[in-house]
């Protein structure tokens, strides 16, 4: 089976590719219980990063994309590339305390405490069209804590895009996610 896949502004062939196989799996990993998916395994393989790219690049070209933010810290690895290829700028969300000008922060539970996330006041205006990227949905808790961050500068249109989606685990906070109807590529 073939796919159309963009890579540097040319349409070239490759093959579907089976993404889970290049993801490898810790188990117990942050802790007991938790089968971690790790991505450094499609990433230091060029056809699967380009591929995953591609993919990505090809479901929001044409959209009028005109900024990608990139959730720390995983979501900045191909968020800038994603960018660069919809000629768009980047930026960078951030954990509390990392970005050295004029912030907007959003403070949000995590299941043992909270956290605050944050961008630079100048990176946004409203009639930004945005595509926030991550390498995972898990409880949907930062995806959620950023669109509530990207509100408060009155954008009006976001398009969501995730390599994982841990499906099995479900919250208010991803029901939410789904009206945005979230670009994924592979779900477990």
Not at 12 to 20: F, Q, R, S
Not at 55 to 62: A, C, L, N, Q
Not at 67 to 74: A, C, D, F, Q, T
Not at 88 to 93: Q, S, T
Request: with cysteine; glycine share 8%; hydrophobic share 40%.
């Amino acid at each position: 089976m073939e796919d159309k896949n963009v890579s540097r502004g040319t349409k070239t062939k490759i093959i579907m590719m089976d993404l889970k196989s290049k993801i490898r799996e810790i188990p117990d990993f942050p802790s007991k219980g938790i089968d971690f998916k790790d991505i450094t395994t499609l990433l230091k393989d060029p056809e699967a990063l380009r591929y995953v790219a591609g993919k990505i690049v090809d479901e929001f070209r044409g959209k009028k994309i005109t900024k990608v933010l990139g959730i720390e810290s995983r979501g900045f690895i191909l968020g800038g590339a994603i960018a660069c290829e919809l000629n768009a700028g980047f930026v960078p969300v951030r954990k509390k305390g990392k970005l050295p000008a004029e912030k907007i922060a959003e403070t949000y539970q995590l299941e043992y405490g909270v956290d605050t996330i944050e961008i630079h006041r100048d990176a946004l205006s409203a009639d930004d069209v945005l595509l926030i990227h991550d390498d995972l949905l898990a409880t949907g808790g930062t995806t959620h804590a950023v669109l509530n961050l990207v509100k408060k500068v009155g954008i009006q249109v976001v398009y969501l895009s995730f390599i994982c989606d841990l499906a099995f685990i479900q919250t208010e906070h991803k029901n939410y996610i789904r009206q945005y109807n979230p670009h994924i590529l592979v779900t477990y």
